[in-house]
């Protein structure tokens, strides 16, 4: 159970604002923005221009990735007091690649109530628009720094059957997109958002190897923020899932037309496979047949 009472005094907000376009911010995180006691913020610097352009003087608390363990206890006595809180980061949804998650570990263990103020965030911006599968995606944030690192991660969701959304900034976009072309071939679709919600929003869709040749082509294409989306690797039949589907047909040939038995036996001579397992199969396919 949350630890809340009836008035909504020692709330943590988790405030999403926007990833570019300031008109993204939405009502809700206004109302709760103006209402609180202390936003806690990646960047005081930064959230004090949104707040300015909110019309809202705060009180601003620095909480980033370095100080983040730290102030865990200090925000926890401001809540236990009945203090209102916000936690806001530089752009989008705090947690996501950005700070709050140990914070918002710790409170929701000692049961705080903490309440989600939804809005933008830069994947599911990106995924909305980019025409792949969204049934399944797995969000992989920032690749690591150095090559090596970097080709290791790809290399884990080689075979992934999920569209894979990944963040870059514009230091790192030519060297991503190099070592994804190595991983993962120049064939794999990809599509790429830039600057999302910005005058110079752009979207790219294609291969890996035309993506980095248009990032190449003009050093503009490499300026910004990106989400890169990859498509979802389709699965090919391998040859023992072929082999396992001509066991089933012959299996269920033969117990059409023979005792359970006498099917399991001749598959197992004709496939080589354990005459139990057959069995048991040749057993299930005849009461399906049935
Ligand atoms: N918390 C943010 C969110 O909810 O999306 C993400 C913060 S993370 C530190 C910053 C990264 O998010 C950027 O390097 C980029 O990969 C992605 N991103 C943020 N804003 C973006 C935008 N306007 N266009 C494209 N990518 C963006």
């Not at 608390?61 to 006595?77: G, P, S």
């Not at 705090?94 to 000692?110: C, F, N, Q, T």
């Not at 080589?272 to 005849?286: H, R, S, V």
Request: contains cysteine; hydrophobic residues 40%.
């Amino acid at each position: 159970m949350q630890k809340a009472n009836s008035d909504q005094q020692g709330v943590l907000y988790v405030v999403a604002t926007p990833i570019g376009n300031l008109g993204d911010i939405t009502q809700r995180a206004i109302a709760i923005l103006s209402s609180v006691d202390k936003v806690c913020a990646e960047d005081t610097r930064n959230t004090r221009k949104l707040l300015t352009h909110l019309g809202l003087k705060k009180n601003l608390v620095a909480l980033h990735d370095h100080n983040e363990r730290q102030k865990i206890e200090t925000i926890a006595e401001w809540l236990a007091v009945g203090e209102n809180l916000a936690l806001v980061s530089d752009a989008g949804t705090p947690l996501i690649s950005d700070p709050g998650y140990h914070l918002v570990k710790a409170l929701r263990e000692m049961d705080y109530h903490i309440v989600p103020i939804p809005g933008a965030s830069a994947i599911i911006t990106a995924l909305s628009v980019a025409g792949l599968a969204t049934d399944k995606f797995s969000f992989e944030g920032f690749l690591p720094a150095k090559e090596a690192g970097r080709k290791q991660a790809l290399q884990l969701n080689s075979e992934s059957a999920y569209t894979q959304v990944y963040y870059e900034s514009s230091h790192r976009i030519v060297h991503s997109v190099a070592t994804m072309l190595d991983v993962f071939g120049t064939e794999k679709k990809v599509v790429l958002a830039r600057e999302l919600t910005k005058l110079y929003e752009q979207f790219f869709h294609g291969t890996l190897a035309e993506l980095h040749q248009w990032l190449l082509e003009d050093t503009m294409h490499q300026k910004g923020e990106f989400v890169i989306m990859l498509a979802a690797t389709e699965k090919k039949d391998t040859e023992s899932d072929r082999f396992e589907s001509s066991t089933e047909q012959l299996l269920s040939i033969l117990v059409e037309e023979l005792p359970v038995k006498q099917a399991a036996k001749i598959a197992a001579k004709l496939t080589g496979k354990a005459k139990n397992t057959l069995y048991k199969q040749a057993m299930t396919l005849q009461k399906n047949q049935k």
